[in-house]
């Protein structure tokens, strides 16, 4: 599939994107090429491939979620700068 310099300089501006003069040529002559590879494989037939989301078998990786003893309030801010009311005194950013 050919794509020309204009088509690649007005998807740039929809994109808000500078392209060097140069860089429209050789962009088109790369999406050419890709698009011409997929247009390869969309040849390929396909019937009684099951789609797949991944390439690789994936498993579930999350660990068990198992209540575990944690610090008390008053323990978790001892090391803050400063606190108030067992919470956490952050400056207000905006």
């Not at 390929?44 to 209540?67: C, L, Q």
């Not at 008053?74 to 606190?83: F, L």
């Amino acid at each position: 599939m050919k794509i020309s310099k204009q088509e690649i300089e007005n998807v740039a501006r929809l994109a808000r994107l500078n392209l060097a003069d140069q860089d429209g040529e050789k962009f088109a002559r790369q999406l050419s090429e890709v698009l011409d590879y997929v247009d390869i494989l969309s040849s390929v037939d396909t019937k009684g491939v099951e789609p797949t989301s991944h390439a690789i078998p994936v498993n579930n990786v999350f660990r068990e979620d198992i209540v575990q003893p944690s610090l008390l309030p008053q323990e978790a801010v001892k090391a803050a700068p400063q606190e108030e009311e067992n919470q956490f005194l952050v400056p207000k950013v905006i």
